[in-house]
């Protein structure tokens, strides 16, 4: 592992530890992201895109997944009767949000003391861990991820939200790396995404205000090698292009958040079910 870049993460909103898994263990996540996207069920297929992510929500599939093992497809993958238009193999764009409790290898991963130390380090005294997913990315079909801040859509007051993440293959400019604005994570909280309260809305969640808009001249492309680990600000602004390339970019991420003098809020879109808490990382 290499050198523990805290003081870039407080510069820039985020860090990259390289080989932060063995190439190994980087393979037995892939297979892992790939075996249950070989497996998604026939049923239920709904699609996934940050570009409107209130309005394409037909039902509480997406709002009742912070337990399950939910799959969301990409945007053009499906007619509106929820058939495949696409190959079934590229047409999944992230499944979650639970993988971290009920997948032994995703479990295995996220709860290593290689996680707990980094952890430790950015401070954490009693982290939980709210949220986790495999992203798919795939080739030509991997839709763009719109700037924004995790923070938007896991709120914690004071704001905890921190995300992990890790490519289980190589992250490029052609397949859609992160892209941050460095710093970015000093400005402040922009919007917030809420479970819609309005029982005349068929939406089932509202943001508070619209997008800022930011100059792309603003953002840093940050390829990663895969088995890197990014650490990711809950404040620092980020985003991804569409894949245009051949190669898919598959990558396992999870959010850590703080519990000890933190509140998680009752409004975030995740929610688990009364008498259920999110897993405490350590
Ligand atoms: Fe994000």
């Known amino acids: 592992m290499s050198e523990w870049p805290l003081d870039q993460y407080d510069t820039n909103g985020f860090a990259v530890i390289e080989d932060f898994f063995t190439e190994e263990e980087t393979n037995e996540l892939r297979e892992s992201g790939l075996e249950l996207c070989k ?24 709002l009742s997944s912070a337990n399950k093992i939910h799959y969301f497809y990409e945007d053009g993958a499906l007619d509106g009767d929820g058939n495949l238009l696409v190959d079934k193999r590229v047409a999944i764009n992230k499944i979650g949000h639970a993988l971290h409790v009920l997948h032994s290898t995703f479990k295995k991963y996220t709860f290593d003391e290689r ?14 861990i709210p949220q986790s997913m495999f992203i798919y990315k795939n080739p030509k079909i991997g839709g763009e991820v719109k700037p924004h801040q995790d923070a938007t859509f896991l709120h914690t007051v004071p704001i905890s939200i921190t995300g992990f993440w890790i490519p289980t293959e190589d992250a490029t400019l052609e397949n859609g790396c992160l892209w941050f604005i460095k710093g970015s994570h000093k400005h402040g909280l922009d919007r917030r995404v809420v479970r819609n309260t309005n029982p005349n809305s068929n939406e089932l969640l509202v943001f508070d205000n619209p997008p800022p808009k930011y100059s792309q001249d603003l953002f840093t492309p940050t390829p990663v090698k895969k088995g890197s680990l990014v650490i990711i600000h809950g404040l620092v602004v980020h985003q991804s292009e569409s894949n245009r390339s051949n190669k898919s970019r598959l990558a396992y991420t999870f959010h850590v958040m703080e519990t000890e003098n933190v509140k998680y809020s009752p409004d975030n879109w995740l929610q688990l079910p009364e008498g259920e808490d999110f897993p405490k990382l350590f």
């Open 39 to 62: 497996n998604a069920p026939e049923n239920h297929r709904q699609t996934f895109s940050t570009k409107d992510a209130a309005s394409h929500l037909k039902d509480d599939y997406f």
């Open 115 to 128: 996680v707990k130390n980094v952890a430790k380090k950015l401070g954490f005294k009693k982290p939980s």
